[in-house]
């Protein structure tokens, strides 16, 4: 078994789709149509009728960029600590169990060191899945850890953020995870080396006023929610309701906050793109990556 | 009438008590020397602000470190500096009136400082927008932070927000990216920085500019992730938890030493600083006087490293094997 093979057996992430009879069906939350579960894999998790594009699973997304069979993990063995005993309603060495056996991620984000086209490249993706992609320590490390690797090997950062910002039950010392992956960045940048920001819905507070807007490069995918304060905050400041479209990955375009709108089935050749140009190497066209489906296998799927 | 908050009013009656045993004997002849009555409650004075102040919580200090007379950024550098010389505006449109900054003497020393000001009167709040910096506010501190490095000014900063501006015109004009390339800067300046939470240190929008060689707090300020009324409401579901929350998030200075993120606390008149604002600043520029002059002897790239080591290091796991 290949380490990625392991890892998906054990978390069950990458599970093949059953090839049963028994349709599930998943309902689109913008457009409200009924989607075969299959149908939606083999899109890349866009919705066939409205091109909604839904949260990923990180494995997901990593097979969706890198080349296969390219991606090695990081870091898996960190996992949230409790630091200062926070209880609201629930205990947070609670809420992290029950996110740890839903047998996803072990944290908030998974890194790792991948192939894009021909580039080596160090790769965060969000787990929105696990605590709504929240930033504690281990999220601020494993980035950080990223940047360094990258740093040391003359690699390029992509990261892939999802995250409802800093994560409040470990107080300040989420907050600084801002200011540790920012200074980070700070070096990797002294070297010259690129770093690409993908934002994904939905990218707001902590995360938004740290790394996800220190790109050299800022894309964003269709339609996301990315902010600093969240919409229902600005609601209550302004005493208004906000217009459609407020906040939404066009609306930065408009306003010049990023520097493009990427359809998930463009990112891919995108990235490469615009990696190859930074590093000022020939552009190798790539096709774009085969989603998991069930007669495909998810790992060894050959996307070349 | 100054505000008094719950906990301060068997303090204040006391004081009460005082003032009117000094104005009976001085009045009247015929009630006798008070002298030894009045020292005697002095002395339980003392002995209340003390047991009262060495007890708040979490919620308490958060009162203390919003309370509407506490000394601001531009009351401790008038009373801390000389010859301030405020200086304006982003140079991309905005004034970021919300924090205020400038040159000041400091001792011998020039220093730029900066820190958020929250505005006194209703007229002067509106104006600074209660502290809640839009992104202008933000770039226009870094501006002043280059213009510091540029000519080898040690950078001070004083942190009193509530936050940064959840707005819609702050959204527009970038707060995430204001925020974020403060962080990405002030780490890599090549002269000291030192950071001091005054009052509130209100989530991204104290970070900003407390990415210090020092970071600093006032005995009863706060710093904090997040509002407790915001965690209150996102966690509890109950806008007024505020009181637990604002104990489980662990935004008092004693906390954040224990967690290191902070390097220091500074104490305060007893009572609070918002009793007496100049001993306050007496007491901060005596901090600020011994923290500067270590940084001052640290070379450039000494600075820059140990900035960098210092929030690199923070963040608490565990590292499991598999």
């Not at chain 1, 054990?10 to 579960?37: D, H």
């Not at chain 1, 890194?111 to 894009?116: A, E, L, Q, S, V």
């Not at chain 1, 005493?239 to 407020?246: A, D, S, T, V």
């Not at chain 1, 190497?281 to 069930?294: D, E, G, M």
């Amino acid at each position: 078994m290949s380490w990625l093979e392991r890892i998906i057996s054990k978390t069950g992430m990458g599970k093949k789709i059953p090839k049963t009879t028994e349709a599930s069906w998943i309902e689109c939350k913008k457009c409200k149509e009924q989607i075969l579960e299959v149908d939606l894999i083999e899109n890349f998790h866009i919705c066939p009728k409205c091109d909604h594009h839904f949260r990923m699973k990180p494995l997901d997304r990593i097979r969706l960029l890198v080349n296969p069979d390219s991606f090695e993990e990081h870091d898996q063995n960190l996992t949230s600590a409790d630091p200062i005993k926070f209880k609201d309603k629930k205990k947070y060495k609670d809420r992290v169990k029950t996110a740890l056996k839903a047998g996803g991620s072990t944290d908030a984000i998974v890194c790792g060191t991948g192939k894009m086209g021909d580039h080596e490249v160090e790769l965060c993706v969000f787990d929105f899945f696990f605590l709504g992609g929240s930033m504690g320590s281990v999220v601020g490390e494993k980035i950080t850890r990223g940047i360094e690797r990258a740093i040391r090997n003359d690699r390029a950062v992509i990261i892939v953020s999802c995250s409802g910002g800093a994560r409040m039950q470990e107080g300040i010392l989420s907050l600084m995870q801002m200011a540790k992956t920012s200074a980070a960045l700070q070096l990797l940048a002294e070297k010259q080396l690129p770093y690409i920001s993908v934002l994904a819905d939905p990218t707001t507070g902590g995360v938004s006023a740290s790394f996800a807007f220190l790109g050299d490069i800022i894309i964003a995918e269709p339609k996301a929610l990315i902010g600093f304060a969240g919409p229902r905050v600005i609601e209550q400041t302004i005493r208004q309701k906000l217009p459609e479209g407020f906040q939404r990955s066009e609306f930065l375009l408009e306003h010049g906050l990023i520097d493009q709108v990427v359809h998930r089935k463009e990112l891919r050749n995108h990235l490469n793109n615009l990696l190859s140009h930074m590093k000022n190497t020939p552009i190798s066209k790539l096709t774009t990556a085969k989603p998991a489906t069930a007669e495909a296998d998810p790992v060894k799927s050959d996307a070349e | 009438m100054a505000q008094i908050l719950d906990f301060e009013k068997d303090i204040f009656a006391v004081e009460n008590q005082i003032k009117e045993l000094h104005s009976l004997s001085n009045m009247y002849d015929s009630v006798g020397d008070l002298t030894h009555e009045i020292t005697k409650l002095k002395k339980k004075l003392r002995h209340m602000k003390r047991d009262v102040f060495n007890g708040l919580d979490g919620w308490q200090k958060t009162q203390v470190a919003r309370h509407p007379e506490r000394p601001y950024t531009l009351d401790y550098i008038n009373n801390m500096f000389t010859d301030f010389e405020e200086l304006h505006g982003d140079r991309h449109g905005g004034a970021g009136v919300s924090i205020s900054g400038g040159f000041a003497k400091f001792d011998d020393q020039t220093v730029m400082v900066i820190g958020h000001q929250k505005g006194r009167d209703t007229a002067e709040k509106i104006r600074r927008n209660f502290g809640m910096s839009q992104p202008a506010g933000y770039r226009k501190a870094l501006r002043l932070m280059r213009l510091a490095e540029k000519f080898n000014i040690p950078i001070i900063t004083l942190i009193d927000t509530p936050g940064a501006y959840p707005g819609m015109d702050a959204e527009e004009q970038g707060q995430s990216e204001a925020i974020a390339y403060n962080l990405f800067v002030m780490s890599s300046l090549k002269v000291p920085i030192i950071a001091v939470i005054i009052g509130e240190g209100g989530s991204g929008g104290a970070l900003a500019i407390g990415l210090g060689n020092r970071v600093m707090m006032l005995e009863h300020s706060v710093y904090s992730v997040i509002s407790p009324e915001g965690c209150a409401s996102i966690l509890w579901g109950d806008k007024d938890k505020v009181k637990q929350a604002a104990r489980a998030l662990n935004m008092t200075s004693k906390q954040l030493e224990k967690l290191d993120v902070i390097d220091q606390i500074v104490g305060e008149p007893l009572g609070g600083a918002h009793r007496h604002h100049k001993w306050a600043a007496i007491m901060l520029k005596k901090a600020l006087r011994s923290q500067l002059k270590e940084l001052m002897a640290l070379k450039p790239s000494e600075l820059v490293a140990q900035r960098q080591e210092k929030f690199r290091n923070i963040g608490v796991f565990n590292t499991e094997k598999e």
